[in-house]
């Protein structure tokens, strides 16, 4: 009987079970491992992509933007535009055939000088014309030269560019209201005046008052010249109004018939940066 019976396996050892036991544990840090890594590379692989992608874009437009050209007007179209669309009125071909390409000059340097530019356009009578100081009834409070300028500071910068064309018995006339009183101006323009400078309401207001003559007027000098604000006489929209009010009832048809030549005095900015600049005045 005893021996029929059979025998019990021996009992596993606890070190067999271990031993059992690590090469598999082993193996399945190893595979995670190996995941681990092949995910690493592969979300790398997708990261360094669009990097070059973008890259590639970025040169491929900073090439357009470099080859874009910069469109300059002329001058005289760069005025009808702004008549036009400050006035909303759209000229007629009649109208536009009435005003003279001549009637707007070149534009004047900054760096050439006003006072140079003034000379060149009145030919060999600049002399007689802006520095004789004789005074007779025709030249009695009516200048040649009448420069227009947004602000009473910028017309003093604009006198001083002319001080060689201004002499003892006939010198420049301001024509703005800060620290001048408009009898003093009256008395001023009684006597020959050949150029004069200042801003639209006072300009407007002397001619109201018939203080300001434009019988012999020749050159209007309106000055494009932009503030530390980026404002100028065409985008500031008080001085804007009240300059072409005077336009339209003071020069226009002088301008029409012939009597009138318009000088832009600095440089012309494109129609794009012009536009813009409306529209940041229109917002504020």
Not at 98 to 105: G, L, P, Q, T
Request: include cysteine; charge should be positive; proline fraction near 5%.
């Amino acid at each position: 009987m005893g021996s029929s019976r059979a025998k019990k396996p021996p009992p596993l050892n606890n070190n067999n079970k271990n031993k059992s036991l690590k090469p598999n544990s082993n193996n399945s840090i190893k595979k995670k491992k190996k995941t681990k890594t092949k995910t690493k590379t592969k979300t790398k692989t997708k990261s360094n992509k669009p990097k070059s992608t973008t890259t590639t874009n970025n040169n491929k437009q900073q090439q357009v933007t470099l080859t874009v050209p910069v469109q300059k007007q002329e001058p005289f179209t760069f005025f009808l535009d702004q008549f036009q669309s400050a006035n909303k009125i759209t000229l007629s071909s009649l109208e536009l055939d009435s005003i003279k390409e001549k009637a707007v000059v070149e534009p004047c340097d900054q760096d050439f000088g006003l006072d140079n530019y003034l000379k060149k356009s009145f030919g060999d009578k600049w002399k007689c014309q802006l520095c004789d100081g004789k005074r007779d009834e025709v030249s009695a409070s009516s200048p040649a030269v009448l420069i227009v300028s947004a602000s009473a500071l910028r017309a003093l910068e604009l006198l001083k560019a002319v001080r060689s064309l201004s002499t003892a018995q006939c010198p420049a006339v301001k024509l703005f209201s800060k620290h001048m009183k408009i009898g003093e101006q009256v008395a001023l323009l009684k006597n020959r005046v050949n150029i004069a400078c200042g801003t639209p309401s006072r300009i407007n207001k002397l001619i109201d008052i018939e203080a300001l003559g434009l019988s012999r007027l020749q050159v209007l000098v309106l000055d494009l010249h932009a503030d530390v604000k980026g404002y100028s006489l065409f985008t500031l929209p008080q001085v804007r109004d009240e300059f072409w009010d005077l336009y339209k009832n003071c020069f226009h048809q002088r301008l029409t018939q012939g009597d009138l030549r318009i000088c832009l005095y600095g440089p012309i900015p494109n129609s794009n940066a012009f536009k813009g600049k409306k529209k940041n005045v229109k917002s504020q």
